[in-house]
C-alpha cells in the first residue's frame, strides 16, 4: 500500500520517458522536468528518475521543500510560475522527456520547450483538464504525448514494472513522506491538494 496507484503510475511514467532511448535507437535521455514533483507521484517519479540516471528538474511552488526535493535526487528546482503566462509556438529545447502530474496550461509551455523527439508523459489534472497548444512541437520537432491510464496497464507491463521497482525506489524514503489518513482527515485534506498546499504521499486507513 506504501506504493499503491502513485507509485505504480511514476514508474509508469519513467519508463515512458525512458522509452525516448529506444524508439530513437540510442539516443540517450539526460534532462527531466518533473511537474507536482512534492505529490506523492511526483515525489517517486523524482526519485525513480534520478536513479535512472538522470538529470532531475523538479518544479514546485513550495520554495520550503527545496531541500527535500534535492533529498529525492533532484538536481534543479524550478518554481512553477515559470510555466504560467503565453507560451511561443517554440521555445528553446530544454527536456528530453517530462514527467506531468498536474495537466492544465503550463502542458503549452512544456511542448515548446521539450527537445526533438522527447516525450511528455502525462498523469494528472489537477491543474486543469484542457491544453491550449499547437501542432508545432509535434510535426516540427516529433514531441510525444504518452498517457498514462494506469488501471489500463497489461498484466505484462504490471509483471516488468513492479519487478523493476525495487531497484528504483528507496521504500524508506516513501515511508518518511507517506501520509496515513482517516476519512475524515481525507475530506479535509482533499481540498489542500487541489489548492497545491498538501505534499507528499496520502494513504487512506478506512480503520482509522
Known amino acids: 500500500m506504501m506504493l499503491g496507484t502513485a507509485g505504480f503510475t511514476a514508474l509508469l511514467c519513467s519508463f515512458a520517458v525512458k522509452a525516448k532511448e529506444e524508439l530513437l535507437l540510442g539516443e540517450k535521455v539526460k534532462d527531466v522536468l518533473v511537474t507536482g514533483a512534492t505529490g506523492g507521484v511526483g515525489s517517486i517519479a523524482v526519485m525513480i528518475l534520478s536513479k535512472m540516471g538522470y538529470d532531475v528538474h523538479a518544479v514546485t511552488g513550495k520554495k520550503d521543500k527545496n531541500d ?92 516488468f ?10 521504500f524508506s524514503k516513501v515511508k518518511s513522506f507517506t501520509k496515513e489518513l482517516s476519512f475524515t482527515e481525507l475530506l479535509e485534506t482533499y481540498p489542500k491538494l487541489l489548492k497545491g498546499e498538501f505534499f507528499g504521499r496520502a494513504i487512506v486507513n478506512p480503520n482509522k
Open 161 to 170: 514494472v513492479w519487478g523493476e521497482a525495487a531497484k528504483l525506489i528507496d
Open 68 to 159: 527535500y526535493l534535492k533529498g529525492l535526487g533532484a538536481k534543479n528546482i524550478i518554481d512553477r510560475k515559470e510555466f504560467e503566462g503565453e507560451s511561443k509556438l517554440l521555445e528553446k529545447g530544454v527536456w528530453d522527456g517530462v514527467v506531468d502530474t498536474v495537466g492544465g496550461a503550463a502542458l503549452t509551455k512544456i511542448f515548446a520547450q521539450t527537445k526533438p523527439g522527447g516525450i511528455v508523459a502525462a498523469c494528472g489534472n489537477a491543474g486543469g483538464i484542457k491544453i491550449n497548444t499547437n501542432v508545432m512541437p509535434f510535426i516540427i520537432r516529433g514531441v510525444k504525448l504518452w498517457g498514462i491510464d494506469s488501471s489500463g496497464s497489461s498484466i505484462k507491463r504490471r509483471e
